[in-house]
T-cell receptor, first 115, second 111 residues
Framework: NAGVTQTPKFQVLKTGQSMTLQCAQDMNHEYMSWYRQDPGMGLRLIHYSVGAGITDQGEVPNGYNVSRSTTEDFPLRLLSAAPSQTSVYFC??????????????FGPGTRLLVL | DAKTTQPPSMDCAEGRAANLPCNHSTISGNEYVYWYRQIHSQGPQYIIHGLKNNETNEMASLIITEDRKSSTLILPHATLRDTAVYYCIALGGGSQGNLIFGKGTKLSVKP
């Protein structure tokens, strides 16, 4: 198992550019999510999905779009990058239980710098 | 999900037990206590979780008070590789698994 993989590892964008951060998992997990982490802060939830075709917003969704067409992949799209989106982005996945009690596996992160 | 409170930082000598406290005084009956840690620049890593009873695995032990208002994560023999930020999270039914991270406790293990 590769676990949760994220690409790219590092990206520099100019303000207004668009890009897609890729996340894939090979554990057949229903639940996937995206977090961002700013310096000295904990992780904040951007968007999440409880299965293919189902997505929902987290705490800080503005400026980001997601889709979930397959169980394995959960890409995060920045339509028009802003300097405020400079951050480290983590993807996570887990089995989904109604009670929410399932451990999550995190990817290695994508470091994004918007100039 | 209940809010948790942790000290911002702690030190521990290598080889000694590290005891990391967490306060969750508003925790509800169906909320579990989860611990994750984040070693510098890496993705968070699951450590342990529990509901009422004390739990132990190969990484750590979790002691939950009888009233469930606080808990302690114990790393029995801390090593330099245990230097990380440790997050205590209360998570229960209806949350759909969304973890809410605070600032955690920065544990520094010193030789």
């Amino acid at each position: 198992n590769a676990g949760v993989t994220q690409t790219p590892k590092f990206q520099v964008l100019k303000t207004g550019q668009s890009m897609t951060l890729q996340c894939a998992q090979d554990m057949n997990h229903e639940y996937m999510s995206w977090y961002r982490q700013d310096p000295g802060m904990g992780l904040r939830l951007i968007h999440y999905s409880v299965g293919a075709g189902i997505t929902d917003q987290g705490e800080v969704p503005n400026g980001y779009n997601v889709s979930r067409s397959t169980t394995e992949d959960f890409p995060l799209r920045l339509l028009s990058a802003a300097p405020s989106q400079t951050s480290v982005y983590f993807c996570a996945s887990s089995y989904f239980l109604a009670g929410g009690q399932e451990t999550q596996y995190f990817g290695p992160g994508t470091r994004l710098l918007v100039l | 999900d209940a809010k948790t409170t942790q000290p911002p930082s702690m030190d521990c000598a290598e080889g000694r037990a590290a005891n990391l406290p967490c306060n969750h005084s508003t925790i509800s009956g169906n909320e579990y206590v989860y611990w994750y840690r984040q070693i510098h620049s890496q993705g968070p890593q699951y450590i342990i979780h529990g509901l009422k009873n004390n739990e132990t695995n190969e990484m750590a032990s979790l002691i939950i008070t009888e009233d469930r208002k606080s808990s302690t994560l114990i790393l029995p023999h801390a090593t330099l590789r245990d230097t990380a930020v440790y997050y205590c999270i209360a998570l229960g039914g209806g949350s759909q698994g969304n973890l809410i991270f605070g600032k955690g406790t920065k544990l520094s293990v010193k030789p």
